[in-house]
Nanobody, 119 residues
Framework: QVQLVESGGGLVQSGGSLRLSCAASGLVFGIYDVDWYRQAPGHQRELVASMYYNGSTNYADSVKGRFTIATAKNTVYLQMNSLKPEDTAVYYC???????????????WGQGTQVTVSS
């Protein structure tokens, strides 16, 4: 069984920075795929950043150059710089995990963390 726990959200002024974490625990032999999504009130959940099994990354145009996705051991991160009020949302990680050496996988969501950027 795998659990994902998010942390790092909060209130920050425009132009500030936050780093979100998403820690995977349990039967985790490695992380092969990571997506960060966000959902603002009244809006659909949108994909913000992705990291693939080969280490390549992709970002939404709205965050390109400001957000960076990374992994270390069994934790995934989203470094957010130069934050803007329009970045205010609940952020969710979606992580694909290898659960054994045979290549079995599990995919799940973090619980979400609120990011609020004041102007």
């Amino acid at each position: 069984q795998v659990q994902l726990v998010e942390s790092g959200g909060g209130l920050v002024q425009s132009g500030g920075s936050l780093r979100l974490s998403c820690a995977a625990s349990g039967l985790v032999f490695g992380i092969y795929d990571v997506d960060w999504y966000r959902q603002a009130p009244g809006h659909q959940r949108e994909l913000v950043a992705s990291m693939y099994y080969n280490g390549s990354t992709n970002y939404a145009d709205s965050v390109k150059g400001r957000f960076t996705i990374a992994t270390a051991k069994n934790t995934v991160y989203l470094q957010m710089n130069s934050l803007k009020p329009e970045d205010t949302a609940v952020y969710y990680c979606n992580v694909g995990v290898l659960t054994d050496h045979a290549g079995s996988t599990w995919t799940g969501w973090g619980q979400g963390t609120q990011v609020t950027v004041s102007s």
